[in-house]
C-alpha cells in the first residue's frame, strides 16, 4: 500500500505561481512513477506532469504540453516527496490536481489514468483573471 497527501492548493491571480507537494509513505519503493493528474468540472482528468524513478533518483519527467515550459515536477528523495512548481499561471489551469502513483510508466503511457493505482484525495488550484 501507498498513501499519498497532498498540501493545500490555492487561490491565485493569472500569471501568478504555486507549489503543490505530494508526501508518500508505506511501500514507495514499489512505485517508478509519480506525479500530478487534474480534474476541472465537466473535463475528464488529465495527466499534467509525472516522473519517472529508477533506483529511488528521478529519470524522465512527462508534461502535458498546455502546461510545459511553465511547471516543473521534482522529487526529494529524502522525504518521499514530489513537487509540482506552478509558473505563469492561467485560468485554464483551474482544476482539482491529484497526485499518483504507478508501479511503472513510459512515454507513451504516463498519462493514462488507468495505471495508476494510487490516488491522493485532491487539492484545489484556482486560477482567477
Known amino acids: 500500500q501507498v498513501q499519498l497527501v497532498e498540501s493545500q492548493g490555492g487561490s491565485v491571480q493569472a500569471g501568478g505561481s504555486l507549489r503543490l507537494s505530494c508526501v508518500a509513505s508505506g511501500n514507495t519503493r514499489s512505485r517508478y512513477c509519480m506525479g500530478w493528474f487534474r480534474q476541472a468540472p465537466e473535463k475528464e482528468r488529465e495527466g499534467v506532469a509525472i516522473?519517472?524513478?529508477?533506483?529511488?533518483?528521478?529519470?524522465?519527467?512527462y508534461y502535458t504540453n498546455s502546461v510545459a515550459g511553465r511547471f516543473t515536477i521534482s522529487r526529494d528523495n529524502a522525504d518521499n516527496t514530489v513537487y509540482l512548481s506552478m509558473n505563469s499561471l492561467k485560468p485554464e489551469d483551474t482544476a482539482m490536481y491529484y497526485c499518483?502513483?504507478?508501479?511503472?510508466?513510459?512515454?507513451?503511457?504516463?498519462?493514462?489514468?488507468?495505471?495508476?493505482?494510487?490516488w491522493g484525495h485532491g487539492t484545489q488550484v484556482t486560477v482567477f483573471s
Open positions: 516522473l519517472s524513478i529508477l533506483n529511488r533518483a528521478p529519470l524522465n519527467a
Open positions: 499518483a502513483a504507478a508501479p511503472y510508466c513510459g512515454s507513451a503511457s504516463w498519462y493514462q489514468a488507468e495505471i495508476f493505482d494510487f
